[in-house]
């Protein structure tokens, strides 16, 4: 069993407000507070178990491969005749950094988290990451239904409006090509599977033969579209 050092006993066992204010989020008590605990430290406060440091960097992996799976489950049911560009569209809608970002603040998941000297210019990687982190402590705690069911009665039929995200042009790749052909810039787009990870890639945005940002996705395209949202917010 996971022990957490005095800190986190203090905060999650013997601080109840804690637990309720985390009951106010999930609609239901958690078990597993050790799980929750984990999901919302940045690696930046990064503690030690058995000399072995300890951050949400694992359960932001797993969070963000559950989140992916419930997202798509859902879209796949309320769109049946949609292709799957469409869904795999409206699906990065959702859960791209900008918007996991805003989810994060509007649950109120920015008072959990628990940071060490990070520059405000990180903070919205955080936000994104403790979110996903957050996804995967649920799910080791209740399972895929509990989740599913949070993520679409707390998130999305609270705070997505899908007809509205329909009308949203979020493919990245061709304003960052439009860009460079306006300004006269050379272009390259670089993607190849993730080393570290099976079926992950990572995608690079090369301008004038200078690397300018990267971003993973289960999918080359998927990995393309992050790194090029990343390169406008760059260039912009």
Do not use: C
């Amino acid at each position: 069993m996971l022990r957490l050092f005095p800190a986190f006993k203090i905060l999650f066992v013997r601080n109840r407000s804690i637990i309720t204010s985390l009951r106010r989020v999930l609609g239901f008590y958690p078990t597993k507070l050790s799980l929750y605990s984990i999901a919302f430290t940045h690696k930046s406060a990064s503690f030690s178990i058995n000399g072995e440091k300890v951050n949400n960097e694992r359960l932001e992996f797993l969070g963000d491969s559950i989140l992916d799976a419930i997202i798509s489950d859902y879209l796949y049911e309320k769109y049946p005749f949609e292709k799957e560009g469409f869904l795999t569209e409206m699906r990065s809608k959702i859960v791209n950094g900008d918007k996991l970002q805003e989810l994060a603040t509007l649950i109120h998941l920015d008072s959990f988290i628990i940071l060490n000297n990070v520059s405000p210019k990180g903070k919205t990687r955080v936000f994104e990451d403790a979110f996903e982190a957050f996804i995967g402590a649920i799910y080791l705690d209740k399972g895929y239904k509990t989740t599913y069911n949070f993520v679409i009665n707390n998130i999305i039929k609270k705070h997505i409006d899908l007809e509205s995200l329909e009308k949203v042009n979020l493919n990245y790749k061709s304003q960052l090509i439009e860009w460079a052909q306006k300004f006269k810039r050379e272009l390259k787009f670089g993607s190849f599977e993730d080393p570290e990870h099976y079926k992950q890639f990572i995608a690079e945005i090369i301008v004038d033969e200078e690397i300018i940002s990267t971003a993973k996705g289960p999918s080359k395209k998927e990995a393309e579209q992050k790194a090029a949202q990343k390169a406008l917010k760059l260039l912009s």
